[in-house]
Nanobody
């Protein structure tokens, strides 16, 4: 069992920054990677970024150069640093254990003009 709890969402103006955190607990040794996903109203959930156990990262084209995913060495927290936020980044952001059925409850990010 793996538990994932997101935090750090909120309301920010366009051009601003937020840092999301995903607290990871439980059987972390089974985790191959953690991904951040987002779902905007009326849209499908989409991948934002992933980080693998070996440290490799992957980003959606829409966030490259603006978002950074990183983690602590113990895999207790995975972060998503979001800079130069745009209104189209507004969504509920979720973390997910890659390849496994564990999801967090989500945290709302709202970017205003």
């Amino acid at each position: 069992q793996v538990q994932l709890v997101e935090s750090g969402g909120g309301l920010v103006q366009a051009g601003g920054s937020l840092r999301l955190s995903c607290a990871v607990s439980g059987s972390t040794f089974v985790i191959n990677g953690i991904g951040w996903y987002r779902q905007a109203p009326g849209k499908q959930r989409e991948l934002v970024a992933t980080i693998r156990r070996g440290g490799s990262t992957n980003y959606a084209d829409s966030v490259k150069g603006r978002f950074t995913i990183f983690r602590d060495n113990a895999w207790t927290t995975v972060y998503l640093q979001m800079n130069n936020l745009k209104t189209e980044d507004t969504a509920v952001y979720y973390c997910h254990a890659v390849g496994q059925g564990y999801w967090g409850q989500g945290t709302q990010v709202t970017v205003s003009l």
